[in-house]
């Protein structure tokens, strides 16, 4: 399996950005499709975006021309650009593998104000 530390959420105001990171060891890192997902309370967790080993990505619509997936094989990390951040864009966001592993990391939490 993938072992996964997610960093670099915070607080930032509607219209802002914000780049999520994760570090991903334990496993074949540049062999995997690697994802963001998001969940708030009461919901399930969401797929936000995917990259595949060539850096082959795909977007939730919800997000689409607002985020960016980028990776990073040398050194196993994964990377989400988020611009022009929304309110419902509040979440705690994780990575993992695409279909998702069972263990997942501790996330890390997106607050957008309004």
């Known amino acids: 399996q993938v072992q996964l530390v997610e960093s670099g959420g915070g607080l930032v105001h509607a219209g802002g950005s914000l780049r999520l990171s994760c570090a991903a060891s334990?496993?074949?890192?540049?062999?995997?499709?690697m994802g963001w997902y998001r969940q708030t309370p009461g919901n399930q967790r969401e797929r936000v975006a995917i990259i595949g080993p060539s850096s082959t990505t795909s977007y939730a619509p919800s997000v689409k021309d607002r985020f960016t997936i980028s990776r990073n094989n040398a050194d196993s990390t994964v990377s989400l650009q988020m611009n022009s951040l929304k309110p419902e864009d509040t979440a705690v966001y994780y990575c993992n593998t695409f279909p998702a592993q069972d263990k997942w990391g501790q996330g890390t939490q997106v607050t957008v104000s309004s």
């Open positions: 334990g496993s074949i890192f540049s062999r995997n499709i």
